[in-house]
């Protein structure tokens, strides 16, 4: 049925790039790729460290004069909860293909450590890359729109918070170079991300030591020569095997907390598998960085706090989005389960204990939607939105958290067991509150 | 287009009742939350103010002027309307910020007006509106099961004469009009509840006493007996047929468009208890910094955004209900919702100041003390937190009343 309405709809309508793709038949495709097509990264379980992966040689097709940026949106001065009517198009369309495919999938793809690249591929296909990309770059909407990707990102995330992680993470790292890269940065690595052939990219911020604070990177850049060097080791980096490009932040020395554009294909990092406790589609490992010497064009934006904060802030956002949306898979599968459940004769939601942890979730489930819808409009209108990623932040972190929880609790000892997607919920919200970068909106 | 900012068309006014608040609620706060049961009167010259400004009811209490409609207000390209119903909240917010209790003892306000905005006719407009109404629903035997009361009204000749006992009617005391629930046929359940506008003057009505109350002392809170209290017909509002099949739900709708405005005022006093607490962790020497982890700053500082980030929360769930019913869209869970998460957020962030402050929260020389006890009667009436659980699950659960009790 779903499926109908995928197909009916049409998921490219949303995005003028994907009406450009749709027209070579890529709603045909969906579900029909050979199986034998399906690669599984599958993690090993082993903790074996590799090499980065050799990937593409990265190099501009244009010459531009300077950097391009998406124009911040106008606004209405009115209040206003309606999406318009491109992206409530997307966003359905997004939830059906969530619902349809992400869903089947997310059991194995949560066994196997890996998403299956056909749905990988179905994603690059939906734009995910384009969007933060400025238009005369090839991007798919005119301004820039935070407010569209957490539309996307929490009905991806409807589907599977582990799969929407693995498919969102390259376009934080497009949305990262349209924001801050300069012109020859942007030629020379936009046009990928707007082609065919999207790279697997992530954005590298978090370290592996309890009270990890973003602001106090152990990862080490210091100038040497023409370019630099780094040192370190970044965790929980999504696809970190498969990716052929990361944004990496290291304290740079003397200069503060700093970005840097790392190719797979440079000598000496190197990767090791980190399956964690939940969002495990995402394919997480750590990045390991020993004496990698990268050229002076590596260095994103300007050293900082202040460029940190942002690319934190915005990663904190898409966190939220997605939390929002493995939020309302828990309430919409829960509330069927109690009123068909029976306990002492009749319907468990009929007893106040039950009815009343629904009706929690769902308002503070409405709560964090809201928070994390304005603080991403605050983003698109160019107003600052420290304050209010934040609140969205621990709202998504601790309701969240609650809400996985009291979706286990719900369907008790069943909840427990792998019959049901609620103890995957459980342990894929934890990671809102855990995770800094990774994806960007 | 998604834009949860407040309007800049609402500035002129919010900027008005925030002078309001400041000038004249905060100024008398202390005053009559000692001196219970006086009637506070500063409020009438600044009740006179208010109703020469009256734009878009903004200044209005709960209930008052136009809510439940977006009267007047153009709509913008989109067809979305910001209306008198976001208009009176963000004014509530604002005099809520200053002093809850009295904003409830603002003459000419008050819960009764929404009442009669509901349900009446167009001649009872005329002849009940801008008069300063109270609702009386309460008896002493039903408070949050409203369908239970006991109250009668019996029709004899032109007249209803109505028998029976209300408790905790706010400004009771000092209204014009009291609004009273009672039943035309008790054994016919709850389709035969009705409301009736009594004068307060009416020799029938009798006060019994006024509450002595955890807070919103300022705010007079009365109890009632009616002893063959004498009206006229026509004092009935809306229509009285007993209609088995929606006759209560008339009356209930009336909590449709009250419940975002207390919310509102909760969200009014916590802030006030986040903006003073704040003052006083930065004397203290806390330094809120919103990008770092929770645990990467002092407890202080990350349980501050805790409380914020609820308070956020609520907030935006009460505009978004106002929004909706400025919108003409059915928002009777988002109502509650809002005002359940409001209430009880409120609250905790209230008593959670008291405690952060320490002995300067607790003792009555701040009035963070004041703003903890004020601030539980928003969690209780118009519908106690788990009333408002009780609505929001059963339309999740499309239940009825009787399927969850």
Known sequence: MAEQNFTERGMAVGLRALNRLASNGLIDRFGLRDPAQRVLHGASKATVRTATRTGRTFAATQK???????????????????????????????????LAKLRPAAQEADEACATPGELLGQANELGLTMVGVPEELGGAVAERSAVTTVLVAEALAQGDMGIAVACLAPGGVSTALSLWGDADQQATYLHEFVGANVPVAATAIVEPRALFNPFELQTRARRAGDGFVLDGVKSLVPRAADAELFIVAAELEGEGPALFILESGTAGPSIEPEPAMGIRAAATGRLILEDVKIPAGALLGDPGRDLVAECVQLGRLGWCALAVGTGQAVLDYVIPYVNERKAFGEPISSRQAVAFTVANIAIELDGMRLATYRAASRVDHGVPFAREVSLARRLCSERGMAIGSDGVQLLGGHGYTKEHPVERWYRDLRAAGVMEGALLL | MINLETPKKFEFLVGQAHQVASEIFRSNSRKYDGDEHSYPKELDMLAAVIDGMNEGGALSGAGAGGVGEGNG????????RNGSNIASLLGLIELSWGDVGLLLTMPRQGLGQAAIAAVANEQQLKRFGGKWAAMAITEPEAGSDSAAIRTTATLEGDEYVLNGEKIFVTAGDRAELIVVWATLDRKQGRAAIKS???ERDNAGLILERL???????????????????????????GSPE????????????TFDNTRPLVAGMAIGVSRACLERTRELLTEAGVEIDYDLPPHAQVAAASEFIAMESDWEAARLLT????????????????????????????????????????????????LLEKWARDVKILDLFEGTQQIQLLIVARQLLGKTSAELK
């Not at chain 1, 999406?83 to 059906?96: W, Y």
């Not at chain 2, 088995?244 to 709708?253: I, L, S, Y």
């Open chain 2, 211 to 237: 509450e002595h109350k955890l807070g919103i002392r300022a705010s007079d809170t009365a109890d009632f007996r009616l002893e063959n209290c004498r009206i006229p017909k026509d004092n009935l509002l």
């Open chain 2, 242 to 253: 007993i209609e088995p099949k929606r006759g209560f739900a008339g009356v209930m709708q």
């Open chain 2, 319 to 366: 505009m978004q209900a106002a929004w909706m019913a400025d919108n003409k869209k059915p928002n009777s869970l988002q109502a509650s919702m809002a005002k359940a998460k409001a209430g009880r957020t409120a609250t905790d962030i209230a008593l959670r100041c008291v405690a952060l402050c320490g002995s300067i929260g607790y003792g009555e020389r701040e």
């Open chain 2, 196 to 198: 009736f506008v009594v």
């Open chain 2, 73 to 80: 207000k153009k709509p913008d390209r989109d067809g979305n």
């Open chain 1, 64 to 98: 531009l004069s300077k950097p391009a940026r998406q124009p911040r949106a106008g606004r209405s001065d009115l209040f206003d909860l309606t999406p318009d009517d491109e992206q409530q198009l997307l966003r359905e369309s997004v939830r059906d293909f969530a």
